[in-house]
């Protein structure tokens, strides 16, 4: 069965430290894994899309790492601001066009000054 | 580029009242769009995918007769919850793709439903 765990569940570090964000998946073969950041009551936006060849990609402050033979991602926050409270949710695309994308239930981070 | 809107942004409404949320795709053709209902704290979670101009596959568990859903041109899709009650509040979002299939989706800003 195809699943996106994330880890940790949430987390709360204050304004300025870095903290990095685990993701680990047994879709395979998989198309891309994405990384998208939640606010509260609003749509996911993506942060970074990394296809299985990339070991790293990154977005400014946000950097995503592959390891495809573990099969783990992490993305790491650097600098974090207050605005980077949010729930981040690593999305896997199964490697065959028309199957459903596979969404971690999330991690939930709270920045705090 | 690759905007989605959803609207409206929240609406609270009666039991058995129906509810219509429009999403659209602002500057591309959404060949396929999902919808997707998300409950606190949990991730997002896939009701149907539609293709323009055909009807909408429904995921397991999801009922075809109480969540109506019309892709009836390129650039907006429906989702009518009929008969609400209030376990069908939830924060309901889609997404849309510009090709076939699910890889690339561009997801909406969401609605918040709240039945009362």
């Known amino acids: 069965k195809n699943q996106v765990e994330q880890s940790p569940q949430s987390l709360i570090i204050l304004e300025g430290k870095n903290c990095t964000l685990q993701?680990?998946?047994?879709?395979?073969?998989?198309?891309?894994l994405r990384w998208y950041k939640q606010d509260t009551g609003r749509g996911p936006v993506s942060l970074t899309i990394?296809?299985?060849?990339?070991n790293t990609k990154s977005n400014g402050r946000y950097t995503a790492t592959l390891d495809a033979d573990t099969k783990q991602s992490s993305l790491h926050i650097t600098a974090s601001q207050l605005s980077d409270s949010a729930s981040y949710i690593c999305?896997?695309?199964?490697?065959?066009?028309?199957?459903?994308?596979?969404f971690g239930t999330g991690t939930r981070l709270l920045v705090s000054p | 580029g690759a905007v989605v809107s959803q609207h409206p942004s929240w609406v609270i409404c009666k039991s058995g009242t129906s509810v219509k949320i429009e999403c659209r795709s602002l500057?591309?053709?959404?060949?396929?769009m999902f919808w997707y209902r998300q409950f606190p704290k949990q991730s997002l979670m896939l009701m149907a995918t539609?293709?323009?101009?055909?009807?909408?596959?429904?995921e397991q568990g999801v009922e075809k007769d109480k969540f109506l859903i019309n892709h009836a041109s390129l650039t907006l899709s429906t989702l009518t919850v009929t008969s609400a009650h209030p376990e069908d509040s939830s924060f309901y979002i889609c997404?849309?793709?510009?090709?076939?299939?699910?890889?690339?989706?561009?997801f909406g800003p969401g609605t918040r439903l709240t039945v009362l």
């Open positions: 997404s849309a793709s510009d090709r076939a299939g699910p890889d690339t989706q561009y």
């Open positions: 993701c680990n998946y047994t879709v395979s073969p998989f198309s891309n």
């Open positions: 990394m296809t299985f060849s990339e």
């Open positions: 999305v896997v695309s199964p490697n065959t066009g028309f199957q459903k994308l596979v």
């Open positions: 500057d591309f053709q959404a060949t396929t």
């Open positions: 539609s293709n323009e101009g055909s009807k909408a596959t429904y």
